[in-house]
C-alpha cells in the first residue's frame, strides 16, 4: 500500500514529502527539481489500545507515542505533472508510470494561486483549474494503457467466454486494479457485458469510475499559511462539489517543526495545534515558529498535513488498525510484548484476512479467533473493528 504526492510543479509537493517522511529532498523554487520518484516513509496516527486499556505496549512494527500508534505508510513523491503529461508533455509518461501502484493520492495544490499551470510563478492563476486537470491527466493515462491493444482483447473476451472483470483487471494489474473495482465501475455505469460493443465515451467513462475507486484522491490546499480566507474557502467548496476532501495544508510549516523537534527544540507532535519550547533558539529560528504559530496553527488548528495522511488512509482507503496478539488475557506475543504488532486491514476485512496478512501459513491454517476485549470466540462472519486486539488460533503444522 502506497500513498502517491502528486500535483503539477512548484506546489509543494516535496515539502510536503519531507515533512511528512522526514526525508531530506531537493526543495526548489523550479520546476522539475524532483526528476524520481523519491520514496519514504510517513506515519497515519490513531488512538493506541493502551490509553483505553491503560497498558504499556512494547511496539514491534510501529511506533508508540502519548496513547497514539504511529502506523508506517509507504508515500511516493512523484515528479510535477504538467497539461499533457499523458501525451509524454514535461516526461509526463514517465512520472505517470510512478502512480501505477499507489493507492490513494494526496493532490497537492498552490491555494495562493500563484503558480500557473505550468508550474512558473503568477500572480492569477485559478487552483480550482487544477483540480480537472489532475484528474484528467491520469484519466487519460489511465485510458491509454486500456486501449493498448483493446478492439483485439475485446473480440478475445467475447469470444473465449472470459470473465469480464477478470480479464480487464489482468489487462490492467500493472496499475493496481483489482477485478472488484472493475466490477464495481461497470455496474455504476450499467455497462453491457460485450465490450466490443462500447463506445469511446463509455471507455473514457469507464476508466473515469475506476480512477475514482482505484486511485482515490485527497487535496491539500498548500501553502495555506499565504493564503486569503476566501481563496482557502473557495478551493474547498469547489472541490468538495467534486466529492473531494479538501484540507489547508502548510507543508512549509509542518517541515520547520518537524525539524525543529527533531533537533531538540521543541516538542511537537504532528497534526497538534501547539509545540512546546524545549531550548533556547537564534532569533531568527524564534521568529519563524512564532509566525507558524500565528499564521497556521492558531489559524487552521494545525498544518493540515497529518490530517491529509490520516484521512487518506482511514477515510480514502478505508483502512483500519488491528493488533493480533498469541495471550489474549496479557494483551501479548509469546515473549510477553504487549501489542507488538499493528497490521492495516481494508473495513470489512475479518480475522482469516488478519491471519493472512500475519502469515500466509496462519491463513492456510487458521480456525477461528478471539476478540481480546469481549474474549468472545469469532469466526468468518465477524468484521473486524478500528483498534480490535485478536487471538488467532491455528491448526498445528
Ligand atoms: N508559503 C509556503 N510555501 C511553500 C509551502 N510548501 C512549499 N512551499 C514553497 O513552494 C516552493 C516549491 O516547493 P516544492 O516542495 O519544491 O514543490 P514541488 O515542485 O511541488 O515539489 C518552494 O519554494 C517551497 O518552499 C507552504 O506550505 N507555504
Ligand atoms: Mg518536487
Known amino acids: 500500500m502506497e500513498v502517491g504526492v502528486v500535483g503539477k510543479p512548484?506546489?509543494?509537493?516535496?515539502?510536503?514529502?519531507?515533512?511528512?517522511?522526514?526525508?531530506?529532498v531537493d526543495i526548489a523554487n523550479y520546476p522539475f527539481t524532483t526528476i524520481e520518484a523519491n520514496v519514504g516513509v510517513t506515519y497515519a496516527i490513531a488512538e493506541h489500545p493502551c490509553k483505553e486499556l491503560g497498558c504499556r505496549a512494547n511496539p514491534q512494527n510501529y511506533e508508540y507515542k502519548d496513547g497514539t500508534a504511529l502506523v508506517p505508510v509507504k508515500m511516493i513523491d512523484v515528479a510535477g505533472l504538467v497539461p499533457g503529461a499523458h501525451e509524454g508533455r514535461g516526461l509526463g509518461n514517465k512520472f505517470l508510470d510512478d502512480l501505477r501502484m499507489a493507492s490513494a493520492l494526496i493532490h497537492v495544490i498552490d491555494a495562493t494561486g500563484k503558480t500557473d499551470a505550468e508550474g512558473q510563478p503568477t500572480d492569477h492563476h485559478d487552483p480550482v483549474e487544477d483540480i480537472e486537470f489532475l484528474e484528467r491527466e491520469i484519466d487519460y493515462w489511465m485510458l491509454g494503457i486500456l486501449k493498448k491493444g483493446w478492439e483485439k482483447f475485446a473480440k478475445r473476451i467475447k469470444l473465449?467466454?472470459?470473465?469480464?472483470?477478470?480479464?480487464?483487471?489482468?489487462?490492467l494489474s500493472g496499475i493496481g486494479v483489482k477485478e472488484g473495482d472493475v466490477w464495481e465501475a461497470i455496474h455504476r455505469l450499467g455497462l453491457g457485458d460485450?465490450?466490443?460493443?462500447?463506445?469511446?465515451?463509455?471507455?473514457?467513462?469507464?476508466?473515469?469510475?475506476?480512477?475514482?475507486?482505484?486511485?482515490?484522491?485527497i487535496i491539500a490546499a498548500n501553502k495555506a499559511d499565504a493564503a486569503s480566507d476566501e481563496?482557502?474557502?473557495?478551493?474547498?467548496?469547489?472541490?468538495?462539489?467534486?466529492?473531494?476532501?479538501?484540507?489547508?495544508?502548510?507543508?512549509?510549516?509542518?517541515?520547520?517543526l518537524r525539524k525543529a523537534a527533531r533537533a531538540?527544540?521543541?516538542?511537537?507532535?504532528?497534526?497538534?495545534?501547539?509545540?512546546?519550547?524545549?531550548?533556547?533558539?537564534?532569533?531568527?529560528?524564534?521568529?519563524?515558529?512564532?509566525?507558524?504559530?500565528?499564521?497556521?496553527?492558531?489559524?487552521?488548528?494545525?498544518?493540515?498535513?497529518?490530517?491529509?495522511?490520516?484521512?487518506?488512509v482511514f477515510e480514502l482507503l478505508k483502512l483500519i488498525p488491528v493488533y493480533p496478539v498469541?495471550?489474549?488475557?496479557?494483551?501479548?506475543?509469546?515473549f510477553g510484548n504487549v501489542l507488538p504488532?499493528?497490521?492495516?486491514?481494508?473495513?470489512?476485512?475479518?480475522?482469516r484476512d488478519l491471519a493472512y496478512k500475519v502469515h500466509t501459513d496462519l491463513g492456510r491454517t487458521f480456525l477461528y479467533a478471539v476478540n481480546a476485549r469481549t474474549h468472545r470466540r469469532v469466526g468468518d462472519d465477524y468484521q473486524l473493528e478500528f483498534n480490535d486486539i485478536i487471538k488467532i488460533v491455528a491448526t498445528a503444522k
Open 10 to 24: 512548484n506546489v509543494g509537493k516535496s515539502t510536503f514529502f519531507s515533512a511528512a517522511t522526514l526525508v531530506d
Open 341 to 351: 504488532h499493528v497490521y492495516l486491514l481494508p473495513k470489512g476485512s475479518t480475522p
Open 194 to 217: 460485450d465490450p466490443t460493443k462500447w463506445t469511446d465515451d463509455e471507455l473514457f467513462a469507464f476508466v473515469r469510475e475506476l480512477r475514482k475507486i482505484n486511485k482515490p484522491m
Open 231 to 256: 481563496q482557502i474557502e473557495r478551493l474547498k467548496k469547489e472541490g468538495e462539489k467534486r466529492g473531494y476532501i479538501v484540507i489547508p495544508t502548510s507543508a512549509a510549516a509542518e517541515l520547520t
Open 326 to 334: 498469541q495471550d489474549e488475557n496479557k494483551l501479548a506475543d509469546q
Open 264 to 312: 531538540g527544540f521543541i516538542d511537537y507532535i504532528p497534526g497538534s495545534s501547539d509545540f512546546k519550547v524545549l531550548k533556547k533558539m537564534n532569533p531568527q529560528q524564534e521568529k519563524a515558529l512564532q509566525l507558524i504559530k500565528e499564521r497556521v496553527l492558531e489559524r487552521f488548528g494545525s498544518t493540515g498535513v497529518q490530517e491529509v495522511i490520516n484521512r487518506a
Open 160 to 171: 473465449q467466454h472470459m470473465k469480464l472483470e477478470q480479464a480487464i483487471a489482468d489487462h
